[in-house]
């Protein structure tokens, strides 16, 4: 990746941050937590325990009930979202889907463009600028997702699950892909996932949540552990066995088994 | 040509058969010759008098598209501003549905009175029938946006206007194009029953064969009526499949 070298992450300070619906369900119990610049982290937890709300109110996309979150190093739109499915346009061509950020940042068109053809190429995409996203398969889509998140040369990139309906091989490549991606732009990277293995893959820091309301059961350093350097054959490892285990014990522990 | 072949004859096997047993109804005398007239007559009736059923279909065909152009820009119009919500669709929706709801037959003759005894009254009368699905498909699609999409748009800070372009009309496009071709039909009935009252086009030209006694006429006066509608709906089609065909399932084939 090409990011600027003065693009640095972003570090998140959460205190009692805790998010209540209406109608009574509490998604999030109130929790403290301090992201570091320039992290990957991991939020693992149960489906529904509300670690995707908390991920929503660390975008600003929802209002935490109470608590503060502030956000250093942070300016503008420097957020980037990535959703569970790609939610491209799909009047758009690949192209402008991947521009549109920057066009509603108010950026010139021929830089605009000149800068989705370039994440398109890093994306592996090449070639398919004029496709429309009917036109593409499901991991594609993603790639093109992705392509649009990393396009404003975020500070802090925030995914929800974002691999959760792609098959195996294609989630594997994305999850290599996306590695590299973050040793590249020294983004902060939270990632929510159901996935053990994917998370043990991905990032230096998993953060294990219990059933809703969502608490931290565990807060484990993957770093320690495993190598900056991540390649598919990291995943036959017995360390990586190893801090899958760990992780599966904590998931278990959250779970009330 | 082929497509177009495939897509023309077989609506046109029905009419043919139809016509043919309706010929040999009225030669046969099972039924009587001034309740339904020989479609031979009414072909005949047609090639006499074609140039003046074609100026009447002409001023029926700009009357019938002034009023639905006139829904089409009011009716989206409208909708953006109910869409947004609040007290403004509480308050304004019910007369949305007042145009839905009106006796087009009662209201012709005032809308004569306002517009005058001429085509303005016409297009009036189109535009009052045609605009009310116009206005409820294109507020059910601003209402249906996926809302991923609308967190994406509010993340990157996008205005009010920006949201409305690039994501509200856009996604509800589909929408608002079923409502236009509804629409389209809509307007050439309203535009003929106001013809009733002003007396002119195809709406006036039936109401006055009607009184002759030319049922013949009538007949034919009706088929070109009805091939003016079917020629609007067509168009609309052929604007949602240019418009829709890259990205919706409805106008996608593979």
Redesign the interface.
């Known amino acids: 990746m090409s990011m600027p070298p003065t693009n640095r992450g972003t570090s998140l300070q959460l205190e009692r941050i805790a998010k209540t619906f209406v109608g009574g369900v509490e998604a999030v119990a109130p929790l403290d937590l301090s992201i570091n610049e320039g992290e990957f982290v991991a939020m693992i937890g149960p489906s529904g325990c509300g670690k995707s709300t908390l991920l ?1 109110m660390i ?3 929802e209002k935490p009930t109470s608590g503060s979150i502030q956000r250093i190093g942070q300016a ?2 420097d ?3 990535v ?1 569970q ?1 790609a ?1 491209l ?3 758009r061509r690949v192209l402008a889907n991947v521009a ?2 920057l ?3 108010g950026v010139e068109k021929q830089e605009r463009l000149e800068r989705a053809h370039r994440l398109l190429e890093e994306v592996g995409l090449s070639g398919l600028e004029t496709r ?3 036109q593409l398969s499901g991991g594609q889509r993603m790639r093109v997702s992705l392509a649009r998140a990393m396009v ?1 040369s975020p500070r802090l990139l925030l995914l929800d699950e974002p691999f959760a309906a792609l098959d195996e091989i294609t989630r594997q490549q994305l999850d290599e892909w996306l590695r590299q991606l973050w040793i590249d732009s020294k983004a902060t990277v939270l990632f929510v996932t159901h996935s053990i293995a994917e998370a043990t893959f991905l990032a230096d820091r998993a953060i294990v949540f219990s059933t809703r309301p969502a608490k931290i059961v565990t807060d484990h350093d993957l770093s320690a552990h495993l190598p900056h350097q991540r390649l598919a054959d990291l995943r036959g490892t017995p360390v990586f066995a190893e801090q899958t285990r760990v992780l599966y014990q904590a998931l278990r522990t959250g779970d009330g088994a | 040509m082929r497509r177009f072949a495939s897509a023309i004859i077989p609506p046109l096997v029905p009419f043919v058969v139809i016509s043919l047993i309706a010929e040999l109804a009225v030669r046969m005398n099972w039924v009587a010759a001034y309740l339904l007239p020989k479609p031979t007559n009414v072909f005949r009736s047609l090639i006499k008098n074609t140039p003046e059923i074609l100026s009447a279909g002409a001023e029926t065909a700009i009357a019938s598209l002034a009023g639905f152009a006139i829904s089409t820009v009011l009716g989206i119009g409208f909708a953006i501003l109910l869409s947004n919500g609040g007290w403004v669709q509480r308050a304004f929706y019910p007369y949305a549905v007042f145009f839905q709801t009106v006796p087009i037959i009662a209201v012709a003759p005032l809308l004569v009175i306002w517009f005058g005894f001429d085509i303005n009254a016409v297009i009036a009368s189109a535009t009052v029938v045609s605009i009310f699905p116009v206005i409820a498909n294109t507020l059910s699609g601003l209402l249906s946006t996926d809302p991923a999409l609308k967190d994406m748009f509010n993340l990157y800070k996008a205005g009010r206007l920006a949201t409305l372009l690039k994501l509200r009309l856009p996604f509800a496009l589909p929408s608002i194009l079923t409502g236009l071709r509804v629409a389209a039909g809509l307007s050439v009935i309203g535009a003929i029953v106001g013809e009733f009252i002003t007396g002119g086009g195809l709406g006036g030209l039936i109401q006055v064969a009607r009184q002759q006694r030319q049922i013949e006429k009538v007949f034919a006066t009706l088929l070109i009526a009805s091939l003016l509608g079917i020629a609007l709906f067509a168009m609309i089609n052929l604007v949602s499949y240019l418009m829709l065909r890259h990205w919706h399932a409805s106008e996608r084939k593979e």
């Open positions: 929503r975008a600003g996309l503008g739109a957020i980037a979202y959703f499915d939610h346009l799909p009047w549109l950020p066009e509603l940042a429309f996203p009917a404003t």
